[in-house]
């Protein structure tokens, strides 16, 4: 059956082996474009299991062993060429509990993991909106009405107590409290499942998700989701495309994290009246110094995607380029180092003390990748 949905989704010729009843239909592609077909299937919203040999075929007897070594999955991608660099890719996992909602959503091809608790279902519908997840883990006994194009799983969810000793078995804690998770205790049963279902497709302990934070809105503003269109801040009401929205015209970042940052702060804007002034005083020490500015912005051009570049590595799904794209940044960072501390008394300059504090791991980093 498979063969015969592939075949059509990706105009191939259906072949078979076998005659009359016993013929079992077939098709395929060449390996070397599996990747391009991969992400056609994942973009329709398809689960794709990628099945390779496990076992020399010089050393097996009879059949030589093959398995599943990943599931790719609309939620779940990491390939570079199959994500949009200024947007994340989340997987939300959405569960009630005593009147309330709890929310999780994890982007494992950057390791941002979070949690929060939803009031009502309009909150809910609100954060769903400004992630847009290609794929939504939902508590069986939730009646959510999602968008047809989100691929929608029921996760099984175990009891509060469960859920919390294997949390903490992942990460190797012996409290939540290190991740300040005391009072989402009720929800964290949707944070694992979250990470369950990841471990199971991927095949792996995601190493590049070292903690899940709590997301808290109280000092955000919330923007509904028709405001969000009206206003055009991501994409134009008009043509449902960059051109022509408020984050086209702010988005002169150098980096594809900054890009992400943007987008997010344009969605969540700060009502926190200190993190404003911080955010202000940074931007005018920066308007100020223009020679540091265009030094600065020299640097981060040669900035690659970090979180997406480490996330493939530990994945083991990087090749060459990666390794190189990592030992630039990692150089560029040294020398960025230097420029901020050039903002002395601002925000900037904090930036700076925290790359001096890792120096000497970052020289270490780009001295073994040299090599």
């Given at each position: 059956?498979?063969?015969?949905i592939?075949?059509?989704?990706?105009?191939?010729?259906?072949?078979?082996?076998g005659?009359?009843e016993?013929?079992?239909?077939?098709?395929?592609?060449p390996?070397?474009?599996?990747?391009?077909?991969?992400s056609?299937?994942?973009?329709?919203?398809f689960?794709?299991?990628?099945?390779?040999q496990?076992?020399?075929?010089?050393?097996?007897?009879?059949?030589?062993?093959?398995?599943?070594?990943?599931v790719?999955?609309?939620?779940?991608?990491?390939?570079?060429?199959?994500?949009?660099?200024?947007?994340?890719?989340?997987?939300?996992g959405?569960?009630?509990?005593?009147?309330?909602?709890?929310?999780?959503?994890?982007d494992?091809?950057?390791?941002?993991f979070?949690?929060?608790?939803?009031?009502?279902?309009?909150?809910?519908?609100a954060?769903?909106?400004?992630?847009?997840?290609?794929e939504?883990?939902?508590?069986?006994?939730?009646?959510?009405?999602?968008?047809?194009?989100m691929?929608?799983?029921?996760p099984?969810?175990?009891?509060?107590?469960?859920?919390?000793?294997?949390?903490?078995?992942?990460?190797?804690?012996?409290?939540?409290?290190?991740?300040?998770?005391?009072?989402?205790?009720?929800?964290l049963?949707?944070?694992?499942?979250?990470?369950?279902?990841?471990?199971?497709?991927?095949k792996?302990q995601?190493?590049?998700?070292?903690?899940?934070?709590?997301?808290?809105?109280?000092?955000?503003?919330?923007?509904?989701?028709?405001?969000?269109?009206?206003?055009?801040?991501?994409?134009?009401?008009?043509?449902?495309?960059?051109?022509?929205?408020?984050?086209?015209?702010?988005?002169t970042?150098?980096?594809?994290?900054?890009?992400?940052?943007l987008?997010?702060?344009?969605?969540?804007?700060?009502t926190?009246?200190?993190?404003?002034?911080?955010?202000?005083?940074?931007?005018?020490?920066l308007?100020?110094?223009?020679?540091?500015?265009?030094?600065l912005?020299?640097?981060?051009?040669?900035?690659?995607?970090?979180?997406?570049?480490?996330?493939?590595?530990?994945?083991?799904r990087?090749?060459?380029?990666?390794?190189i794209?990592?030992?630039?940044?990692?150089?560029?960072?040294?020398?960025?180092?230097?420029?901020?501390?050039?903002?002395?008394?601002?925000?900037l300059?904090?930036?700076s003390t925290?790359?001096?504090s890792?120096?000497?791991?970052?020289?270490?980093?780009?001295?073994c990748?040299?090599?």
């Open positions: 059956e498979d063969a015969i592939a075949s059509k989704e990706l105009d191939l010729t259906l072949t078979g082996r005659k009359d016993n013929r079992v239909p077939m098709c395929g592609v390996y070397h474009a599996a990747e391009s077909y991969i056609k299937l994942v973009e329709r919203g689960k794709v299991a990628i099945c390779e496990v076992e020399n075929a010089s050393d097996s007897k009879g059949i030589t062993k093959r398995d599943v070594v990943r790719v999955t609309p939620g779940t991608v990491i390939d570079h060429d199959q994500l949009d660099a200024s947007s994340n890719n989340y997987l939300v959405i569960m009630s509990v005593g009147g309330k909602y709890g929310m999780s959503y994890i494992i091809s950057t390791g941002e979070r949690l929060l608790y939803c009031d009502d279902l309009h909150t809910v519908y954060y769903i909106n400004k992630l847009r997840p290609k939504v883990l939902q508590d069986a006994s939730l009646t959510i009405e999602l968008d047809d194009s691929v929608i799983n029921t099984h969810l175990l009891d509060k107590k469960r859920a919390e000793e294997e949390f903490l078995s992942h990460f190797s804690l012996s409290s939540i409290t290190a991740f300040g998770l005391d009072a989402y205790r009720d929800i049963p949707i944070a694992w499942a979250i990470l369950s279902y990841v471990k199971s497709t991927q792996s995601l190493s590049q998700v070292t903690k899940c934070l709590p997301l808290r809105h109280e000092h955000t503003m919330s923007i509904d989701k028709v405001s969000i269109r009206n206003l055009d801040l991501i994409s134009s009401s008009m043509t449902q495309k960059k051109t022509g929205s408020l984050f086209w015209v702010l988005d970042t150098k980096t594809a994290m900054g890009a992400r940052k987008k997010f702060l344009i969605q969540n804007p700060s926190d009246i200190r993190q404003i002034n911080q955010r202000l005083d940074a931007v005018s020490a308007k100020e110094d223009l020679l540091s500015r265009e030094e912005r020299d640097t981060l051009q040669y900035v690659y995607d970090l979180e997406r570049l480490l996330s493939r590595i530990v994945s083991h990087h090749n060459p380029k990666d390794c794209a990592l030992r630039d940044s990692l150089s560029s960072l040294e020398e960025m180092s230097g420029i901020l501390s050039h903002f002395q008394h601002t925000p300059d904090r930036k925290r790359l001096n890792s120096h000497q791991i970052i020289s270490y980093a780009v001295f990748l040299k090599k």
